[in-house]
C-alpha cells in the first residue's frame, strides 16, 4: 500500500535518513517508533505526500506520489499533524463541517457513515460550538482525531503523528479502538508512538527506526524485543508481563 523506494531525505543539514527501503502492508495497522529526531515526523510526512523526498520514491497503492492529483490524493488518505493546523477562531463544528465537505459524497463521510457518530463516540457534543482556540489540548487532539476519520473512506490511509501524546489512558483506548476498528474496515493505519507500552497493545507490524536509519520492521513481537530495543535507543529494556498475558518493554530502573 505504501512503499518507500531508495528514499533519502535532507533538510540541508545531513541525511534524516539514508536509502529507505520499506513497505507498510495494506489494511495493518502499522506503528512508527524511534528516539527522538530519527525521522519519524519525516516518515509520515513523505507518505502523506507533503514533502518530497530528496531522493528516491514514495509510492501509494503502487503509484509514485507525484502521479496523485490533490483531490485523488485527499479522497485516498489522510494526515494527522502532531499540532492541531487550524485557524483557532473556527468553531468545532465547523472544522467537521469541513472536513466532511473534503472526504464526503452526497453528504455522507466517506466511510459511509455520519458526522453524529463520530461526535457521539468522541464525546463532542457539548464542544461543537467552542472555538478551537479555547480547547484544552486533549480536546483539541479529539478534534482533530474526528477531523481525520471524516476526510478520509473506510479503504483509505490514515497517517498519525503522535495522536496520543496529550490523551489521558481513556482517550488512548478509546483512540486505538477507532483505529482497529478502521483496519477492519479495510484501512490502513501508519501512526506514530512514543509510548512503547501502548505501540506493543496496539500495533501488528513495528517499523523501528534508529540514528542509523530503519533498525527493524516486522512483527511486534519480534521488533519490541529487548535485544531489539536497546540497539536503537542505547538504554536497557525489560519486558513487563501484564496480567492479560501482554510482555510490555519496559526501560531497566531509573
Known amino acids: ?56 520514491r514514495v509510492r501509494l497503492a503502487d503509484r509514485p506520489l507525484p502521479d496523485w492529483n490533490l ?78 476519520l471524516l476526510q478520509c473512506p473506510a479503504d483509505g490511509v490514515l497517517l498519525l503523528d503522535e495522536p496520543f501524546a496529550a490523551l489521558d489512558p481513556r482517550w488512548s483506548l478509546v483512540f486505538a479502538r477507532m483505529l482497529r476498528e478502521r483496519v477492519g474496515q479495510g484501512g490502513t493505519v501508519l501512526v506514530s508512538i512514543h509510548d512503547l507500552g501502548l505501540a506493543g497493545g496496539l500495533a501488528e507490524d513495528v517499523l523501528l527506526l534508529s540514528g542509523e536509519g530503519l533498525a527493524a520492521h516486522g512483527p511486534a513481537a519480534e521488533v519490541l524485543r529487548p535485544e531489539v530495543l536497546e540497539a536503537a535507543y542505547h538504554v536497557g529494556f525489560e519486558l513487563l508481563q501484564t496480567r492479560t498475558g501482554r510482555s510490555i518493554p519496559v526501560t531497566e530502573g531509573p
Open 71 to 148: 483531490r485523488e490524493l485527499s479522497g485516498r488518505r489522510a494526515f494527522m499533524s502532531q499540532r492541531f493546523e487550524c485557524a483557532t477562531g473556527f468553531t468545532v463544528a465547523h472544522v467537521l463541517e469541513l472536513a466532511i465537505s473534503t472526504g464526503s459524497r452526497d453528504g455522507v463521510t466517506p466511510d459511509g457513515g455520519t458526522r453524529a457518530q463520530v461526535v457521539e463516540a468522541l464525546e463532542l457534543g457539548p464542544l461543537l460550538r467552542r472555538s478551537v482556540g479555547s480547547l484544552s489540548t486533549g480536546q483539541a487532539q479529539r478534534v482533530a482525531f474526528a477531523r481525520l
Open 1 to 56: 500500500m505504501i512503499r518507500f523506494e531508495q528514499v533519502t531525505h535532507d533538510y540541508g543539514g545531513g541525511a534524516v535518513f539514508r536509502d529507505l527501503e520499506v513497505e507498510v502492508a495494506g489494511g495493518s495497522l502499522t506503528v512508527v517508533c524511534g528516539p527522538n529526531a530519527v525521522g519519524k515526523t519525516t516518515l509520515l510526512r513523505l507518505a502523506a505526500g507533503l514533502l518530497v523526498p530528496t531522493r528516491g
